[in-house]
Nanobody, 123 residues
């Protein structure tokens, strides 16, 4: 079982950057995909980025495509989310999760959620 632990959240100004980290020990052996999600109060949880742990293929929601980049370091058992050109609409709690079926763009298949890290973007 993979238990992700997120870190790296904080407060930034519009246009700023932030890098989130997700430590998930042994994920390359147990899961086919790792992904990033976010949820703001009163809104549904939104899948924003996924990566296939074997092929390295990446998948992005339209809301973050071109601004966010997901990557992995298997040696460190860590998945990253590089967030650039941040907007106030990006303000949310960000979560890391795992998926075992290999359909990384199907956000409904992810489970084994972390506790989240808060990202706040001010105008």
């Amino acid at each position: 079982q993979v238990q992700p632990v997120e870190s790296g959240g904080g407060s930034v100004q519009t246009g700023g950057s932030l890098t989130l980290s997700c430590v998930a020990s042994g994920y390359t052996f147990e899961q086919n995909c790792m992904g990033w999600f976010r949820q703001a109060p009163g809104k549904e949880r939104e899948g924003i980025a996924g990566i296939h742990t074997v092929t390295g293929a990446t998948y992005y929601a339209d809301s973050v495509k071109g601004r966010f980049t997901i990557s992995q370091d298997a040696v460190k058992d860590t998945v990253y989310l590089q967030m650039d050109s941040l907007k106030p609409d990006d303000t949310a709690m960000y979560y890391c999760a795992a998926e075992r079926w290999g359909q990384c763009s199907n956000w409904n298949l992810y489970n084994n959620w972390g506790q989240g890290t808060q990202v706040t973007v001010s105008s």
